[in-house]
């Protein structure tokens, strides 16, 4: 399996459990900060190496009135500040290949959207930034279908790839989970990050919004840890239920401590450590 390196933390085979955490969007400057802050200290005191994601434009949202974020610009100077202040590896979504490009000039990693999975240029273009690529497995795929997501960045000559998983579709409004995700993809020669956050989404739900079942993302969470997944993915937020995207899907600030403890416990287990 190849090992994917972000600044100072390599996410891999035996190596420590990683997490991607943050707002699922960038809503203000001074929130951004603040819950960077936040989330550096809780992870500070795990032994999990920590990325901060957030996004600057929700693209795929429900309702054309759905809050987006600060756009691009804007966005990626918000980013570079937290990269800067906080001393914090930074990741986010792009959603086209000019976004790819000045994504990279930021970020420590790029992160492909489920839904963008099978583009092409975008991944091709996020490819030749030279940066870490985190790529969301579509809803639609399945896990072995992965294998020319990543023949397509690695035409780039880019290895540094991180396969994600956040649910499969299933009837309508609902995600399953199917844990045989994580070996298969690992399988393909990288390692796996499972989105325990999205995973809980139910699509279009709530009518102009997407729902979500928060109360089921311990679980899922540590049922991809002790099926072996390499990184943890989740979207938090110190007040959910004020959330401006996915509200409904994000864990809070003060349910992560307990639970990271328990996902650190089982990783020990699972890796024998």
Avoid: W
């Avoid at 492909?112 to 579509?138: E, H, M, S, Y």
Wanted: proline residues 5%; glycine residues 8%; neutral net charge.
């Amino acid at each position: 399996m190849h090992d994917v390196t972000i600044k100072d933390i390599i996410i891999g085979s035996r190596k420590p459990l990683a997490a991607i955490c943050g707002p699922c969007v960038i809503e203000d400057e001074s929130h951004c900060m603040r819950a960077a802050e936040a989330l550096k200290k809780i992870y500070g005191n795990t032994t999990m190496p920590f990325l901060f994601k957030s996004s600057y434009d929700k693209a795929n949202r429900t309702s054309v009135t759905s809050f987006r974020g600060p756009g691009l610009d804007e966005g990626l100077r918000i980013l570079a500040k937290v990269s800067k202040e906080l001393e914090l590896p930074i990741v986010t979504d792009v959603h086209t290949p000019e976004q790819a490009r000045a994504a990279g000039e930021v970020c420590d990693m790029i992160q492909i959207p489920a839904f963008l999975c099978r583009q092409t240029d975008l991944l091709v273009a996020a490819g030749k930034t030279g940066k870490p690529i985190a790529v969301k497995k579509g809803q639609f795929l399945a896990p072995g279908d992965m294998k020319n997501v990543i023949n397509k960045i690695l035409s780039t000559g880019n290895e540094q790839i991180l396969l994600m998983d956040r649910g499969t579709s299933f009837g309508y409004n609902t995600l399953v989970s199917d844990m045989r995700a994580i070996p298969i993809m690992q399988g393909l020669g990288f390692p796996v990050c499972f989105d325990a956050t999205h995973s809980v989404q139910q699509p279009s739900a709530l009518g102009g919004t997407s729902g979500g079942q928060r109360e089921f993302i311990p679980t899922l969470a540590k049922a991809a840890v002790a099926a072996g997944c390499n990184c943890v993915f989740m979207e938090a937020h110190n007040c959910p239920a004020e959330a401006k995207c996915d509200a409904a899907a994000v864990i809070d600030f003060r349910d992560l401590p307990r639970l990271l403890k328990t996902l650190s416990d089982i990783h020990a287990v699972v890796n024998g450590s």
